[in-house]
């Protein structure tokens, strides 16, 4: 039989635990499915310092057992489960979790998140936490002073690469191509920046050190008649390759950009449909922290509340 609920939220990150405490706080009953990864990307890392409220920093995995925990105290159903599929064009909206319940819901909050895109190489996987990172905002701060590699050569590697700069003592940009994809501006800034060192047509290949990264092996012209292989000794290897947003169900459902973020009116979590929200890095291809996650997560519960109190549901 299917369950009808006022508020469902889809994922369990920081947005999704935020919205579910708002939600919760509000009156809404909400029921939050996890999906495959409980609390979401912060349980893959060690400390998180810029999250507000804890000054000496906190692990990933005990930030969101918190905010699990605050949203459990205001009575949000917090369930294991995948929403497998969805059908926004009928009222209530419906979402079926593990191919089977169909959960009926008068407002639908996602927070299904989004994954950094890795070159797909075995060492990225050994060195995951010791030195691999694909978030310079969280991860900079710990390379103060020593030397970095960033992958990828549009506009957000060029952005990471800057970032870096300023915290690092030099940055190496690994480009595959012979030129930069990132807008003219971009490229002037990096090619301006004393600091980083682009690295054209050049394949990282592996990692190497003993207790962490301590450098990469490099393949110029890789496959050419003219390939090279050479290392460079880094700290810190930062992929900035893109991001896959968790959003393969919603296709046809919602306006999504062309690399499958979730469009929302500027400022707002409000979706194409009526009643249907997103949060978090679903909808955001620019910030990608924790705190903005658990604020549009705040702002979404709070649009779901506005939309049932004025549809009287
Ligand atoms: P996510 O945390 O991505 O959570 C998505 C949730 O959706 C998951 O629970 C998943 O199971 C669920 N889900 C997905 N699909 C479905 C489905 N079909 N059905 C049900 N559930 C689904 N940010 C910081 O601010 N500071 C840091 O120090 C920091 N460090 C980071 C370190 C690492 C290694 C990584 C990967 C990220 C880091 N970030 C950091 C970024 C931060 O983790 C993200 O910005 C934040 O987690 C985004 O929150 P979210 O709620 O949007 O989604």
Avoid: W
């Amino acid at each position: 039989m299917n369950e009808k609920v006022r508020c469902l939220i889809i994922g369990s990150g920081p947005a999704g635990y935020t919205a579910a405490i708002y939600a919760s706080r509000a009156n809404l009953a909400p029921i939050l499915y996890e999906g495959i990864q409980p609390g979401g990307q912060l349980t893959t890392t060690t400390e998180v310092e810029n999250f507000p409220g804890y000054p000496e920093g906190i692990t990933g995995p005990e930030l969101m057992e918190d905010l699990k925990k605050q949203a459990t105290r205001f009575g949000a159903d917090i369930r294991n489960g995948i929403a497998t599929s969805v059908d926004f064009n009928c009222y209530p909206k419906k979402v079926t979790i593990d191919g089977e319940k169909v959960i009926e819901a008068d407002t639908v909050i996602i927070s299904t998140g989004a994954s950094a895109k890795y070159l797909g190489l075995p060492d990225e996987a050994k060195y995951a936490g010791m030195g691999v990172s694909a978030c310079a905002t969280c991860d900079g701060f710990f390379y103060r002073k020593k030397v970095v590699a960033v992958v990828g050569g549009g506009d957000t590697a060029c952005e990471e690469a800057i970032y870096l700069a300023g915290l690092a003592s030099k940055v190496f940009l690994i480009v595959r191509k012979s030129f930069l994809r990132a807008s003219k501006v971009m490229q002037d800034r990096v090619m301006a920046n004393e600091k980083i060192e682009v690295l054209f047509e050049c394949n990282a290949v592996g990692l190497f050190g003993e207790n962490g990264v301590e450098g990469v092996h490099v393949v110029r012209h890789m496959g050419e008649a003219n390939e090279e292989k050479f290392d460079i000794a880094v700290d810190g290897f930062f992929l900035a390759i893109g991001h896959t947003p968790n959003t393969e169900i919603f296709k046809g459902q919602l306006n999504l950009d062309s690399v499958g973020y979730i469009i929302t009116e500027p400022g707002r979590p409000t979706t194409c449909v009526e009643g249907v929200f997103a949060a978090g890095d679903v909808a955001d291809s620019i910030y990608r922290q924790a705190i903005t996650a658990a604020g549009t997560g705040c702002q979404a519960a709070i649009e779901a509340e506005r939309y049932l109190s004025e549809k009287g549901l």
